[in-house]
């Protein structure tokens, strides 16, 4: 999740709050510039949408190309909205419940702890509505990275980047699963907890959208390649309060969100 201070989405030039279909009709970047606007993480994967992972400059490309350079606009739909390119980008029954990662001691050091708890209290708030299961393989935890096979994805801690943390989607190879959490996460994020920030991480991990997408006149405008799973929900832990939503406390599963993710992995 992207830091309240910075721009919501990769070539901001795509959208502007307040006014999305005025500045869609004003004005689409070209792929140079929303290159040049896309964040740089580490290996060859580029962040956009605040925290959504994409790999290499090839599915930058098609990120552009499909969601950004036709310059559709949101409309409403069937809260929780999965990942959908003609089909929904989910786990199979089998994988959903086998989700292992390590949480990597040497980057966390003395926040290991702080980190692990909050990704059991984060990791627990869909178990318990969803028929998933995160599984904390420790023993990997000091040989904790992008390349470790001996889980499906790797918890690490970063530092400067323009994000929050940022996650990825249940189509990613296994360089891009990771959970990237920044050292400003550990700080004051005021009514945010680390919890809170992992349970929408974890919610991208599992295939859902960031709400906001739902809609042109949150200001927040993505793309259209979601699928709705129940009505439009402003709550929603997947809603970026600064994007019209309308939770003011810690980021937390709503009823529609736990409506949803039953339906997804029933």
């Known amino acids: 999740m992207r830091k309240l201070s910075m721009a919501l989405l990769a070539g901001i030039a795509l959208v502007g709050c307040g006014g999305p279909e005025a500045e869609l009709e004003a004005r689409i970047p070209t792929f140079e510039e929303f290159k040049a606007e896309a964040i740089k993480d580490e290996g060859d994967v580029y962040v956009v949408n605040g925290d959504e992972a994409v790999e290499g400059e090839q599915g930058l490309k098609a ?3 499909n969601f950004v350079a036709g310059g559709d606009v949101g409309n409403t739909g069937g ?3 999965v990942y959908y390119l003609g089909y929904d980008v989910k786990y199979s029954s089998t994988q959903a419940r086998n989700l292992t990662y390590c949480v990597s001691s040497s980057s966390f ?3 290991y702890s702080t980190a692990v708890n909050a990704m059991n209290s984060a990791a627990a708030a869909w178990e318990a509505t969803a028929n998933v299961n995160f599984i904390h393989s ?3 935890d000091s040989a904790c990275s992008a390349s470790q096979t001996g889980v499906f994805f790797d918890v690490r801690m970063v530092s ?3 994000y929050t943390a940022r996650a990825f989607f249940p189509n990613s190879s296994r360089s891009g699963r990771n ?3 920044d050292s400003s996460a550990f700080g004051n994020m005021g009514a945010w907890t680390l919890t809170g920030v992992l349970r929408h991480e974890l919610g991208h991990v599992l295939g859902f959208r960031h709400e906001h997408t739902r809609l042109s ?3 927040c405008y993505e793309d259209a390649n979601w699928r709705g799973l129940t009505s439009y929900d402003s709550y929603s832990v997947m809603h ?3 994007c019209n939503g309308s939770q003011t406390g810690d980021l937390v599963l709503t009823s529609a969100d736990k409506t949803g993710a039953r339906a997804l992995y029933p």
């Open 240 to 242: 970026y309060p600064q």
């Open 217 to 219: 006149s949150t200001g």
């Open 109 to 111: 050091g003395t926040r």
């Open 160 to 162: 400067g980047q323009s």
């Open 179 to 181: 959970v990237l959490i």
């Open 63 to 65: 990120y552009y190309d």
């Open 138 to 140: 420790s023993s990997y």
């Open 79 to 81: 809260g929780l909205a």
